[in-house]
């Protein structure tokens, strides 16, 4: 297919590179599901500590004697299918820790950190790399990318259009005022109707301001973000912008996320779910489980509030005492790690815990388990339930965001008319929670109407093919 157009994604990570969260699986996704669109996609992202070696050969297309503090260049490589700029400027991010933190605590420089991710990028956007590639459009992620169009609407004009996809407003990107000059941002754009927020300055709303189109990551969300209680102060800003907002969900890589083919576990299919029995029994063997006569769930979560663990731990042990049993992979809020261990000291051989993340086990525990529980309080997307459809572990989500558009709860009348995919809860309370997981055990009762709902959600639509059609429409929209 003949290229439509080339688009610039600038993000904070991405796969196969490095990844934190869901944000490196869509950032490292999207150029591969973009190309049977036709599109062209690159992507800009610091050069942490190893990223340049993973790259192999690598050719010098941008450089700058001084990049908020030293001199920097992007370096273009491949991995894997993806064509990479990495920002090489080791003032910024040879760091020890991760990309963000250090022993828990963010780098206190990251909005210069991150303002020269955007920078960079909008400097190759409107001038283009040193190969010839420039991009008629900029796609920048999250508040680590914000700037990037603040930096394209606050400078010389270009034609280039810019997107900007949040991935989760929980994150908005402050910083202090007096650090408006030092990162290069002109004095009359710190008012409220641009890059100020509360006194501070907002990278998150210098995107939002700024961007041409605003995307997120499921429609559900989309329509949240509107409202106080999901929209973190930036409602307003939001609403004000609301034609440009498109909500478009995320998919997973279908090849990665494979019951057929996982090398993690023995491969079965919806046709065939023998081996999804034998998964099961070696996952309980993994975790010291003897389960009962019900469901297997599994958690593989960051362990805090948000993601609803603190209601895990609320009602945990009625649905022990129903027969269910619980493997959980995750890390977090210290309080909420202890809790984890406290119940598998509790409940032993009910109640497995492994502190931290382990992508393979991942996999072994989606292969295994017999339903996973998504219990957030907010969720913009979620790719966990997405990957719990691929693998007939039906999801136990709240009725919030991208979950809520990905599961169909199992209603009398989802199951009468045989669409039923998971199960549903709301409110995200306790006792929301705690009448989801009876639901769960009771139609695990019912092997046969289990079985039905196994192979239904094995068949849901999780890929990238739609998200990206919908993607290259916006792309091809902001062009005519």
Known sequence: MAAEGRVLSVASEAVPLIKTGGLADVAGA????????????????????????????????????????????VMKGRAGEVTFLLLDAPHLYDRRGGPYSEGGHDYADNPERFAALSWAAAEVARNGAADGWKPEILHAHDWQAGLAPAYLRYGPQTGVKTVLTIHNIAFQGIAAPYKLGVLRLPGWAFSAEQIEYYGNISTLKAGLVTADAITTVSPTYAEELMRPEFGMGLQGVIAARARDLHGILN???????????????????????????????????EFGLTPGEG??????????????????????????????????????????????????????????????????????????????????????????????????TLPVVAATGGLNDTVIGATPASLSGKAATGITFHPVDAGGLAGALRRLTELYADRALWTQMVRRAMKAEVGWAEPAARYAALYRSLMT
């Not at 062209?40 to 992202?45: E, I, L, T």
């Not at 494979?258 to 046709?271: M, Q």
């Not at 603190?310 to 909420?336: C, K, Q, R, T």
């Open 251 to 285: 998919g997973v890589d279908e090849g990665v996320w494979s019951p057929e083919s996982d090398p993690n576990a023995t491969p079965y299919s919806s046709k065939d779910l023998k081996a999804k029995a034998e998964n099961r029994v070696a996952l309980a063997a």
């Open 30 to 73: 999207l150029p591969e599901a973009l190309a049977p669109e036709g599109w062209d996609m690159r992507v800009m992202m610091p050069a942490y500590p190893g990223l340049l070696a993973k790259l192999g050969l690598a050719e010098e297309v941008w450089a700058a004697p001084d990049l908020f503090g030293g001199p920097a260049r």
């Open 295 to 392: 469901p297997l769930a599994i958690v593989v979560s960051r362990l805090t509030d948000q993601k609803g663990i603190d209601l895990l731990v609320a009602v945990l042990s009625d649905f022990i005492e129903a027969g269910g049993s619980l493997a959980v992979l995750g890390s977090g809020d210290p309080v909420l790690e202890a809790a984890m261990r406290r119940a598998a000291d509790r409940w032993p051989g009910r109640v497995g815990v492994r502190i931290g993340y382990d992508e393979a086990l991942s996999h072994r525990m989606f292969a295994g388990g017999d339903a996973v529980l998504v219990p957030s309080r907010f969720e913009p997307c979620g790719l966990t339930q997405m990957y719990g459809l691929r693998y007939g």
